[in-house]
């Protein structure tokens, strides 16, 4: 009798937090209080450069309700964050229209914003370093007085010899592309609430992705042993990259905590969160690259300015993530990368999903579409023809061990009607045109060893009732790893999806995690979380096998049922296996545990290693209708393929791919922070515009499975990749249809007529 | 060089949740809230013996803020308890003055008890059974249907030949005892907190001092599966036991929760506390003992009649653990002991510190006075005569594997100058005299197995930082187990006390463990975490040798440093083993589990068997000063020793041993729930007087350490001792300075003037 065996892998789950975020049980952090917690506001600079000759807090001090008013000098005000650059509160200079000057603890919020107006502040204004050109200039003011030339960071990259490539060249194309500020727009704005306990041990509700980095950073910053701090992480509304880094507002709440000697909560009003969290990297990119006359790569050069704003966050290292599709989307033998990374007095990025791949891709695909235009070829035959396969090895050292690249360039463009669209729309004319585009991606997917160790510690147990507690070190940031992991544990295991619940919130509790970033939460805890099911399983089996005297590999588990391997006869329950081991002579329980660690390197000092244990793949066609005379560029349908390695959750995958797509186009047509004199001039939902429901096109998405042997049921990341390419699909869509190439985003409706106008001229 | 390490272990250590609950950190069940919370009201019967002719909800259903109104009509109202003869609502019939009627969800607590009073409810009275005689009288109505007779449970124990041993004795003394209610008085109130989530599971904020049993039968009550329920326990003020039942309340409000599909609240007002929790089982105790005429104990009978009330709970089986001090406290060679449990319409009592073994121990001891004094030796002598010792097996298949019983009664009575206190206060006149009297007690010590299995489960995470986490099955009630376990974790570990935190409230999270009672935390929940702590440190020791290349055998870990054995030489700290371990190719974490199954046994039919891996000895010698004309009876002086095994916390054992002799004395001189046709006529602490701190004698502790072998560094159960024997020694010493033998508790001065006129005339 043969058996077809059902798997959870790869069936639409909804997340299993849904419910409780629709009816009102997810208690964020704006629901969050604490017996006797009080309310902190922070006073901003709101001037992007000044010496700061006196703060006055006096009358604030004695306003009705306010418990506490520091300043930098009421606290040790350690420098933190990447570069050690940035301090909780400000003493001395502003450098950023967000600086913290002081803080107020009080009864109420509005206390303490009243109080905050009262705060007075004596500014020698000087004169802001706007641009990375006037920050670079010869005699330019050093914003930090260790950095006098204005640069936070340098990234030097090559592998072959560009010149020879170069000489090798039929054609080359180069063009500087320029990419602005956009923000995250998280639905849940900042906060934070810190609570001593009697012995001085911390505990901190933090919306932080990396707990565990976290506790060690804050602990730093605070003066408090890591040991001494518990990090609990509440429901969070985004993250998006956002969540990175330690932003003052957290450590300055631990001071407030700790002088109040009273629980303090900080939240954001939704202006502060547009002015004062990260933003995207806005970079200057100047690309050539060249192919010969068949139309086979020869070479890829970029120079990059990044504007770092007064200070030096995790999205500073963008340019890791950046030269990795420089050096490695499609085969190019020979390639040199220069970053910059300039201190300016603009509000200072963070990192951000796809963490400087957007603008990497943007820049590679746009001129991968310009070299195939020269060459006269197809892009798809061009990028086709240059595409890896799986074996190879990039000349930056990534293991291409799984491979979905043709299959991503097929899959979308089958879908999409490429050939017959591109024909369809070929030189039109007339005030509505339609166009079609595509671009590729490579990102990592199988997690990213820039820590020690890249890995998951999960523990599992089981109860006599056949519940399943998966405890793992990955944290839930919205991008539905609950829901992944539970469905890994439940099939690994052989139990249903409805008896395993995740426990990821609580440092305490949970054993280590790296934290969510480098779309590797799916690959490396659920690697974890599968090893831990394992140990359960076989100790299941084994305990089966001994009950029923017959051997193990007779039996198998599904659905919470021991069954008869060959047969699908059942055996006997899970429970019942559970409870004999519970209650016999030498009782048990079955309580496993795993950690994770992935098979990849840290990259040596000329950034070369296989720094994930696996790569993900993609293309997305962008079929678009533009308007000549006002702008308006529609996206009619996006044709998404993704190698996502095995489908774990589809409905996930269907959700970070739609999200994604929604981040990219808002990247590529809507969304910009409007930063002038270093002042956020649209700190607002209705001034700052994010792609909503009915902007939203047809997507037709396309699930590669290109199995990889070392994922989890053969999956690997997904979370980043759907924002990473939309940006140059739509823009080489808006070429084909318009003959118009844009090197600078968003192309908003004004920025679009004043091109095609132009051309009309 | 020889070394002497300091160990944690004996040392005084406040518990660790002690400032939590000094500032206000602690979050009480009054505290709790949910977002959407509803608060629920139970409208009592306020009779004790009715039929249930109507109920009209009506008009209560349309008050503002009501939710929902239920009655046992309205849901599906399963039987439960002990006896399986309690339901959460009563439909028909009502059997106590406490009975569940109906039950209201309001938006405000006020607003749920004015809709309890507009609850119609026509009652047909019926005549209350009062009395256990009455309950047994021939032609009695029958409180519950399937119970003619009114007796719910009965106990018959015997080994030897008891009329042998009356043949053979040269002295027989007999008398009966009267024993009253008494209830906890736990300082927080009874209450619970029910929440259902979008799937339907449902969380319970629950007091419960066994939660993985009641997760099993609350499901069963409340109609779900166990594995869809979730026990959270949040900071509780007492227990003592009233905590071992699921009462009605709880299952109603699982059903307001159910119905209203809103978070649901009961809270208890003190009032109701009195009169709707538990109490101890009344009893009437008739008892027969012999010795020869060297003092050598020949037999014991006794007769019991409890007071069953109402309902039948856990308490209803303490005769279990009373005859277990009528088979076995002293070399008894034949014993007879009957029990029977007998309904009435009075409250029903629960488990209670001690399970029975008060009333036992008040029982046993005042008759070895009685029977010392007919053979005239001192009542010391007749002790230490009778005492067992070590490697004993006694008739009821108890094995004294360690026995501190010797050093019990020497060491207490040395403090307390027993002989020489006993000459001075030989027949005293005058209207204030001093008396001297002592009782032992024997009670189990390393666990009690009456459920399948008598484990605990423990999970043990290291972090970077040398944090460590125990999570354990074992709750912390108050009795300062979290404090004993972190101790134990740290001492087998070899780290200081402070990096360990104790999770220890979530059934989602902890192994199983069978719950707090019989004094098994220490002992079984201690040697599960011992267990787990053992594999971590060796994973650390063997980590620590390999790094710096030496066997393992010279290593030793202490306060968190890796040290050379011999000469105590500093090598490396335990966070930089662990990150070792984290930090390489094949990372791993220090997370371990264990179960811990003590070699105790279930008894057979015939109530024998080693039931505890140890049993726990004690001897309290109390002075007392007794004013004749007032009846006013002031201890002076208790000398208390116990054995304890080990002392784990000495600051613990204190606290138990002070916290249980002012239970005891509270039940000897002050304590008693007055109750009057079915009704509770002291609900209140102006009425109902409980010990305080000027009642106090001194208190002299003597910590006998006898070093059990099975238990974790030796350590024995403590928690219920310290109650148990403080009556008997109390009425011995009244006997020794009046003359005057009490029977019945509590001797208040009422009582006692009434008893001293009567010498007086």
């Not at 039929?170 to 500020?181: G, I, K, M, N, P």
């Not at 507690?469 to 690994?492: D, K, R």
């Not at 008896?499 to 490396?524: K, L, M, Q």
């Not at 049921?713 to 844009?742: D, H, M, W």
Request: charged fraction near 25%; proline fraction near 4%.
């Amino acid at each position: 009798m043969s058996r077809v065996r059902s798997s959870l892998i790869g069936s639409s789950v909804p997340k299993l937090d849904a419910a409780k975020r629709v009816i009102g049980d997810a208690r964020y952090m704006d629901d969050l209080t604490l017996p006797r917690m009080l309310h902190g506001k922070i006073l901003r600079a709101d001037r992007p450069s000044a010496r700061i000759l006196g703060i006055d807090t006096s009358r604030a001090e004695v306003m009705e309700g306010v418990r506490a008013v520091i300043t930098a000098a009421d606290i040790p005000n350690h420098s933190f964050g990447h570069g050690r650059d940035n301090t909780p509160l400000k003493g001395e200079v502003v450098r950023c229209i967000r600086d913290e000057i002081a803080a107020v603890a009080a009864d109420t919020p509005e206390q303490a914003e009243a109080a905050c107006r009262r705060i007075e502040v004596k500014y020698g204004d000087l004169p802001p370093i706007l641009t990375t050109d006037a920050a670079r200039a010869s005699g330019a003011r050093a914003i930090h007085g260790d950095h006098p030339e204005n640069v936070a960071l340098t990234y030097h990259y090559d592998h072959g010899e560009v010149e020879q490539g170069r000489r090798a060249s039929a054609h080359v194309v180069e063009s500087t592309f320029h990419l602005r500020y956009v923000t995250h727009c998280c639905l849940g704005v900042s906060g934070v609430v810190a609570s001593f306990d009697g012995e001085g041990k911390l505990t901190i509700w933090s919306q932080t992705q990396v707990p565990f980095l976290y506790r060690r950073d804050l602990a730093a910053i605070v003066g408090l042993d890591p040991r001494d701090i518990r990090v609990i992480q509440p429901f969070i509304g985004g993250a998006f990259g956002s969540k990175l880094d330690i932003y003052p507002f957290e450590p300055i709440c631990v001071h407030l905590a700790q002088v109040t000697r009273r629980p303090v909560k900080i939240l954001f009003s939704r202006e502060e969160e547009f002015v004062a969290s990260p933003t995207r990297q806005p970079a200057e990119i100047r690309c050539s690259m060249g192919c010969d006359a068949d139309g086979n790569l020869t070479f890829r050069e970029a120079d990059l300015v990044l504007d770092n704003g007064g200070y030096t966050s995790w999205g500073a290292t963008t340019p890791f993530v950046m030269m990795q599709t420089f050096s490695s989307l499609y085969r190019v033998p020979h390639v040199r990368f220069d970053a910059e990374v300039v201190y300016t007095n603009n509000p200072y990025a963070g990192s951000f999903r796809g963490y400087g791949n957007l603008q990497a891709s943007f820049t590679v695909e746009s001129l991968i579409d310009e070299l195939a235009d020269r060459v006269g070829m197809d892009p798809l035959e061009l990028r086709l023809q240059n595409a890896q396969e799986q074996g190879e090895v990039t000349g930056q050292g990534m293991v291409i061990s799984s491979c979905g690249f043709r299959e991503c360039l097929e899959g979308s463009t089958t879908a999409a009607r490429w050939k017959e669209k591109r024909e369809e729309y070929r030189q039109q004319t007339g005030r509505v045109r339609r166009g079609i585009g595509m671009a590729s991606m490579l990102h990592v997917g199988g997690g990213a060893k820039i820590y020690r160790s890249d890995g998951c510690g999960s523990i599992l147990k089981l109860d006599d009732f056949g519940a399943v507690t998966l405890i793992t070190g990955a944290s839930e940031i919205g991008q539905g790893s609950e829901t992944a992991l539970a469905m890994i544990t439940a099939e690994e295991l052989g139990v249903k999806l409805e008896v395993v619940r995740v426990v990821n919130d609580d440092s305490e509790i949970r054993p280590w995690d790296v934290g969510v970033h480098a779309s590797r939460t799916t690959f490396i805890a659920g690697n974890s979380a599968r090893l831990a099911a394992r140990a359960a399983r076989e100790k299941l089996l084994k305990a089966a096998a001994r009950l029923v005297e017959r051997p193990e590999q007779e039996l198998t588990i599904e659905d919470g049922e021991v069954l008869e391997q060959a047969t699908g006869k059942h055996v006997m329950s899970v429970p019942k296996v559970i409870r004999s081991l519970h209650f016999q002579d030498k009782s048990e329980l079955v309580v496993t545990n795993a950690y994770y660690e992935p098979p990849s390197v840290a990259q040596d000092e000329k950034f070369k290693g296989n720094v994930s244990a696996t790569y993900a793949w993609a293309t997305q066609v962008a079929e678009v209708e533009v308007d000549m005379d006002t702008g308006i560029i529609r996206v009619l349908k996006i044709s998404a393929a993704h190698d996502v390695g095995r489908v774990i959750n589809r409905l996930g995958c269907e959700g970070q791919v739609e999200g994604g797509i929604a981040m990219g186009m808002g990247y590529t047509l809507s969304e910009e922070l409007l930063v002038q004199e270093g002042r956020v001039r649209n700190p607002c939902f209705r001034d700052y515009k994010i792609m909503t429901a009915p902007d939203m096109p047809e997507i037709e998405l396309i699930l590669v499975e290109s199995l990889d042997e070392e994922g989890p049921f053969g999956a690997k990341g997904l979370g980043e990749a759907p924002a990473i390419c939309t940006a140059p699909a739509i823009v080489n869509a808006v070429k084909s249809a318009t003959g118009r190439r844009f090197t600078g985003l968003p192309i908003t409706p004004e920025r679009g007529a004043r091109e095609f106008m132009k051309d009309a001229q």
